[in-house]
Structures are given as C-alpha cells and as structure tokens.
C-alpha cells in the first residue's frame, strides 16, 4: 500500500497550505473540509495517516477518531488542533490511541513532516505484524490438519491390521475350544465368526453403553418396516449397577440370535421380552412369529440347521442356559445371563 495521508481541516486555508508544504513529498495527500466528507472518504479508502482537527462540523473530530479505532486500528492519527483541555488530552491518549498530538501553529515540513513519515512507519510495523500472524496462524492450522489426518491413518492402519490379525485366529478358535461340531458346522461356525468380527470392526462402530442404545441398536438394524420386520422390546425392571462391559454382552447376544432368525425367514415379528427383576438371574424370552413355509424350508435345509446349532454354541459361552425352539409357526429363545452374583453363588 502507498503512503498515502487523510488531512481534515474545516479551514481552506490552512489545507493548502499543508498542500504547499508537502508538494515536495512522495506521498499521496487527500483533504476534507468536514467531518462528513472525511467520513465519506474513510468508508472508501484507508490511510496510512490520518491528520484531524477537534472542532469539525456536521461530525467531529472524536467521533472520527473513533471510528478509525474500530475499523481502520493500524491508522495513525495525528490531531493538529489550537486548544486541548486535560480531559481531552486523556481520552484521546488513553481511549482514542492517538499516534501524536500538535497544537498550532506549526511547521508542517519540521516535526510534523517527520511525525507523518514516523505514521507511514508504524502503519507497515502493524500491517507486517498482522500478516505474520495470519501466516503463522494458517502455519498452525496446516500442522494441526496434518497431525490429525496422520492421526487418522495411523488409526485406520492399525485398526485394519488388528482386523486381519483377528481374522488370522478365526479357524484356529473353533479347533481349539473343542466345539462339538461336525466339519460342515465347523465352517459355518467360521463363517459366523467373520459376520461378527466385520460388525465389530467397522470404523464407525459404537458400543452400546446403557440399556436405550441396546434397544435403539436392535430396532434400527432388525426393524425395516417394507419388509415385514418388526421388534418389540419390553423390560421388566432395569440392571442395577451392571458390571462393565454389561450392555455391550446383551446388545451382542441379542445380536446373533436375530441375526440366526433373519436367517431363517426374511419377514418376522418378534417380541423380546427382558426381566432383570431378579440380579442373579436375568431372563431373555425372544419369541419370534415367522411365516409357515419359512420353517418349512428350514426342516429341509441342513446348513439353516447346523447355523442355528452353531449360534446355540455361540450364546452358551455367555449364558447360564440357552434353549432354541423352532414350532411350525414360530422360534422361541430363553435364556438366562450369565452374572457375577451368580458366579458368586456357585463359588
């Protein structure tokens, strides 16, 4: 930006003579004779300097001063005035941040030509100091971006390997937990293990924390109404003080047995009745009403078969009891949760 300066001045003569002064000078001079006009001028254009008498008309020389303080704060202003009081002279060095003060008469090409080149200094100082800042802001804001995009796939990298570590270990748990099952099951055991670790490792996966999440999570994945999918959850008394990890275990078994019915037949009402009035025995009833010739079709398919012995295996390493029964018209399952006070009570 050129050094440029803004010289207000209700006297006509005193403005050329300022202009005679400086006509020598490289740098751009514009003058107003009121304080309305150099207002209009301010709104267009910024000064480097500005050079302002008190008593203006229609807007005085205050009133100027604090408008540059609030939209053009790297101005210097420069007040060439006759008088000044004390109480003045305290505002505009304590509130109005005034660069110098002069009082008339003067001689514009001494210390006031030397105050001007001081305020075309101190306008670039405080330009160059914001731009600094910007610079060293946008800096900041670039390695925070890459710190947290390399945070990210650091995360997503060891995630993934996590995954394909845990699927390394899927065929050698079935063997080493000497699950009664024939080799077809075996690998539709494996195959289950595959579902539930690519649902668990899923990136935007949230465990459930508190029994609303539990049923919501259930609802929103089982329940699509152009289907003919509905779930109707009830509780009997709610959990008190859960042990850790608690409703993550239900969401999960709640999980694999719907999943076993969806199975089984595509279209279903089921009704998942909680009772956790009792702490050391808390009962899940899931009664499921599906259509006749999908039960049909499941007496008559072997794999829909072994899947549901294979998810009986799965559910008893969480539960006290698990029984699976499939009638013409429906498929029932109660079980009742493993807890600590029961393991206390077996102990």
Same mark, same amino acid.
């Given at each position: 930006?050129?050094?440029?300066?803004?010289?207000?001045?209700? $006297?006509?003569?005193?403005?050329?003579?300022?202009?005679?002064?400086?006509?020598?000078?490289?740098?751009?001079?514009?003058?107003?004779?009121?304080?309305? =006009?150099?207002?209009?001028?301010?709104?267009?254009? $910024?000064?480097?300097?500005?050079?302002?008498?008190?008593?203006?008309?229609?807007?005085?020389?205050?009133?100027?001063?604090?408008?540059?303080?609030?939209?053009?704060?790297?101005?210097?202003?420069?007040?060439?005035?006759?008088? %000044?009081?004390?109480?003045?002279?305290?505002?505009?060095? $304590?509130?109005?941040?005034v660069f110098r003060i002069f009082l008339k008469p003067v001689n514009y090409r001494g210390d006031f030509y030397h105050a001007i080149q001081d305020g075309f200094a101190y306008?670039?100082?405080r330009q160059a100091?914001?731009?600094?800042?910007?610079v060293l802001e946008l800096k900041q804001k670039s390695i925070e971006d890459i710190e947290t995009q390399e945070a990210t796939a650091t995360g997503e990298y060891e995630w993934k390997q996590m995954g394909q570590f845990m699927r390394r270990l899927l065929p050698w748990s079935v063997e080493n937990f000497q699950i009664p099952l024939n080799e077809e099951q075996k690998k539709l055991f494996n195959v289950f293990e595959q579902k539930i670790l690519d649902y668990y490792l899923e990136l935007d996966y949230a465990a459930c924390d508190n029994m609303e999440k539990v049923c919501g999570c259930i609802q929103e994945e089982f329940e699509t109404d152009d289907m003919g999918q509905q779930v109707i959850v009830n509780i009997n008394?709610?959990?008190?003080?859960?042990?850790?990890?608690f409703y993550e275990q239900l969401h999960f078994i709640l999980w694999i047995l719907l999943?076993?019915?969806?199975?089984?037949?595509?279209?279903?009402?089921?009704?998942?009745?909680?009772?956790? =009035?009792?702490?050391?025995?808390?009962?899940?009833?899931?009664?499921?009403?599906?259509?006749? =010739?999908?039960?049909? =079709?499941?007496?008559?398919?072997?794999?829909?078969?072994?899947?549901?012995?294979?998810?009986?295996?799965?559910?008893?390493?969480?539960?006290?009891?698990? $029984?699976?029964?499939?009638?013409?018209?429906? %498929?029932?399952?109660?079980?009742?949760?493993?807890?600590?006070?029961?393991?206390?009570?077996?102990?």
């Open positions: 930006m050129k050094d440029n300066v803004l010289f207000i001045n209700r $006297n006509h003569m005193e403005i050329q003579e300022f202009l005679n002064a400086m006509q020598d000078y490289d740098f751009e001079i514009d003058t107003a004779d009121s304080g309305l =006009e150099a207002a209009i001028l301010l709104r267009k254009k $910024n000064y480097k300097v500005v050079i302002t008498g008190m008593n203006l008309s229609t807007y005085d020389g205050m009133k100027l001063l604090a408008y540059l303080n609030g939209y053009s704060p790297y101005t210097a202003c420069i007040v060439y005035t006759t008088t %000044i009081k004390l109480a003045q002279l305290r505002v505009l060095v $304590n509130e109005r941040d306008y670039d100082l100091e914001q731009e600094e800042q910007k008394q709610r959990p008190v003080n859960p042990k850790t990890g999943t076993q019915i969806a199975m089984i037949s595509p279209n279903y009402t089921v009704t998942v009745d909680m009772d956790f =009035e009792l702490p050391f025995r808390p009962i899940i009833r899931i009664k499921a009403k599906v259509p006749e =010739e999908k039960i049909k =079709e499941y007496q008559e398919n072997r794999v829909v078969q072994d899947g549901v012995k294979v998810v009986s295996c799965i559910v008893e390493a969480f539960t006290e009891q698990c $029984n699976i029964e499939i009638t013409p018209d429906r %498929i029932v399952c109660q079980l009742q949760l493993r807890t600590e006070e029961r393991k206390k009570t077996k102990l």
